[in-house]
């Protein structure tokens, strides 16, 4: 009996690994920057190095490539425009999307940690109600660029698209080295709003620093509301305005 079940589980574990995926990852960077387009070969718990991998951008095949012993490939290229340049990966008859995102030099950017930025959201409803209009509004004057320290890139996105969030790349969190690359492809970050680890490592690459946590490196902030002021874009979202301060000078005289 032992032994049958031996063998039924390595079946299962043999028929598991045998099915080949492609992941693509999101990126960002300047206009005429140069970037990698990133993806990984794998099957259900390794990575499987030596495939081929036809690479899709904006439904323009550009090239096949073979990815590495690690499992890894790139394809370099570079943007000649701002905007999203979808990016897709064909192999073994498998497929997935990735999404890069383009910005001109002078655009300012905000990045947002998923985990740290939006978990309060999920236990306090005063958060959890402004969150989409303020990171809508916010999304007006700035170019919107997530990051997931945890539950990655697929999750992430789920629940964002679920929850009506703006759409926008969701980068893989390697620490401070993340804002740092960013930074050598000439993206302006003008804030970071995330847990106090993210805010932290921040330090020396952005100044404006949020968090709904304790913490001695950035401003500690009670709501998305206070974020929305203290980043004064040009719109307001219409359910807030009844939440901001009335100034004397506002007040119409009956």
């Not at 049958?4 to 299962?12: D, E, N, Q, R």
């Not at 095949?61 to 000649?80: A, F, Q, S, V």
């Not at 905000?110 to 939006?118: M, P």
């Amino acid at each position: 009996m032992h032994s049958i079940v031996v063998i039924a589980i390595l079946i299962v574990v043999t028929a598991a690994a045998g099915r080949s995926e492609v992941v693509v990852f999101d990126d960002v960077t300047t206009v005429q920057t140069p970037v990698r387009i990133k993806v990984l070969t794998k099957s259900k718990f390794f990575a499987r190095g030596g495939r081929l991998v036809d690479i899709y951008l904006d439904e323009a095949h550009l090239k096949k490539i073979m990815t590495g012993g690690d499992g890894y490939g790139y394809l370099k290229y570079t943007p000649r425009e701002a905007g999203f340049q979808p990016i897709k990966a064909r192999s073994d008859g498998n497929s997935a999307s990735g999404l890069h995102l383009v910005t001109n030099k002078s655009d300012k950017t905000i990045i947002i940690d998923v985990e740290g930025a939006f978990k309060d959201a999920i236990f306090s409803e005063e958060i959890r109600e402004n969150s989409q209009e303020v990171v809508k509004a916010l999304g007006q004057e700035y170019k919107i660029i997530y990051i997931s320290r945890f539950v990655g890139k697929g999750v992430s996105r789920s629940w964002l698209e679920k929850e009506d969030f703006p759409k926008s790349v969701i980068l893989s969190w390697r620490g401070a080295a993340t804002f740092k690359a960013i930074k050598k492809r000439g993206v302006q970050l003008n804030a970071v709003i995330g847990s106090a680890a993210v805010i932290s490592a921040a330090k020396k690459h952005i100044d404006n620093r949020y968090t709904f946590e304790e913490s001695k490196d950035g401003k500690v902030v009670k709501d998305w509301q206070e974020i929305l002021e203290l980043l004064k874009p040009f719109t307001v979202p219409e359910k807030q305005q009844n939440r901001l301060p009335v100034k004397e000078d506002d007040v119409v005289p009956p």
